[in-house]
């Protein structure tokens, strides 16, 4: 059974905004069932509800598994599917009945966006959607941002929101970052912060990826998605601007420990 999940706050200040606003990030659901997810959105009543990637698992359509070729050299690829493998072998055995269905990802949108405008990206795994998901979104009126943005209002403020998808377009970002107003990019690797966006006038940045570190000891993340010890980024609010989120789902060999899944709601002041 996935573990309890919980409701995590942050305060951000900025002088873009004139009204305060309450934003929902969610991440990471990875086609689990999220009723519980679903539950303390409900509850939270947010102005906006953004999505930061791996939400649907959507690999390559031949053998079902990510495609590493373009991402990793020979011995990397052939590490990370050996993983892959292993990581399902324990689903299997820890994750009961609550396996990814594409049919959780949709009844879990379709419940977001009766709640509030959902604004969303695209994480690793989901390196190709399919004409179905598109024509879901369309239908549910759910903003989709890959290496894209678009202007919302808000509760009376108008927001630049954007989205980085995980093979990133930095020229689209460039342009991104060159625009007026309060700008919210969507970013589902945290670690793109150090590499392409520390530097960038971006005044709230949304990620997720790591799961938390999935173990958390003492206060931190035993390890990442990528398999690195100790991630910096795992969960938190960092520089006042950058948000990850621990997700909303168990997806790795072993459970979480010390380390609820989450809904994170940012309030604006």
Known sequence: MPQEAITVKYNIFSPSLKAPLRLALIS????RRADDILELLNKAAPDAIFIAGDTLERYDREDNRPDLRKKYNPVS???????????????NIFAGNNLPDTDNAYRFLS???????VFMSLGNHEERLLAQ???????????????SDC???????????GG??????????????EKEGFKLLLSHHP??????????????????HNHGGQIRLFGRGL????????????????????????????????PRFGNPREVVIIETV
């Open 133 to 147: 998901d598109h024509e879901f979104l369309e239908r549910e009126g759910i903003t989709l941002l890959d290496n």
């Open 28 to 31: 990471d659901l990875h086609e």
């Open 151 to 161: 202007l919302a209002e808000i509760k009376g403020e108008t927001l630049r929101i």
């Open 111 to 117: 419940g977001a966006a009766r709640l509030a405008p």
């Open 223 to 254: 390890v990442s998605s990528g398999l690195r010890l100790f991630p910096r980024y795992d969960r938190g609010l960092f520089d006042g601007r950058l948000v990850v989120s621990a997700g909303c789902s168990n997806t790795a060999p072993f």
């Open 191 to 208: 670690e793109k912060y150090e590499t392409l966006l520390r530097d960038k006038p971006i005044d709230l940045i949304l990620s997720g």
């Open 77 to 91: 690829a052939a590490i990370h599917t050996a993983v892959y493998y292993l990581n399902h072998f324990f689903l």
């Open 164 to 177: 980085l998808s995980s093979v990133p377009d930095e020229e689209w970002l460039e342009r991104f970052s």
